[in-house]
């Protein structure tokens, strides 16, 4: 299945795990850019964002926990967030973590914030609707992380 088709298939799941991708991004590049702030809640706030931009790094792409060196708890801390409800919950509380910075000052973390609860609205559509989750085969989903190894 191509990455147009993927899209057009109508399972929520997939759209949240793109949308997951682009919190990656807009995490880990909002995270460093308000990291220098003279602030101290925003650079911890900006330093949980980046964090959560490798969480959600290793909850969307699977075959990292594979490739890459981890301990056995992290493992189980990603494996628990494998259904719909799950990620939902997940990226529901990544977002209000980030919503705190409006908190203190209003600064782009918001976006991250915005962008973390579509994710979870797309995750929580897939479970209302009884979708399984369905991994992306462009990040490792549907038998790529077994041909790794």
């Not at 973390?116 to 009884?130: C, E, G, H, Q, S």
């Amino acid at each position: 299945m191509s990455l147009a088709e993927e899209l057009r298939s109508r399972n929520f799941s997939i759209y949240g795990q793109w949308t997951g991708v682009l919190c990656i991004i807009l995490c880990l590049a909002l995270g460093i850019a308000n990291i220098f702030s003279f602030n101290l809640v925003l650079m911890i706030l900006s330093g949980i964002c980046i964090i959560s931009a490798f969480v959600i790094l290793f909850i969307e792409v699977p075959f990292l926990l594979r490739i890459c060196p981890t301990s056995p708890k992290f493992d189980a801390f990603i494996r628990r967030f494998t259904t719909n409800w799950m990620r939902a919950l997940i990226y529901a509380v990544l977002g209000a973590i980030q919503l705190i910075s409006l908190a203190e000052y209003a600064c782009s973390l918001i976006a991250a914030a915005v962008f973390l609860f579509i994710a979870a609205v797309f995750y929580a559509l897939a479970a209302l609707t009884k979708q399984e989750f369905v991994g992306s085969k462009t990040l490792g989903g549907q038998g790529v992380a077994q041909m790794i190894v």
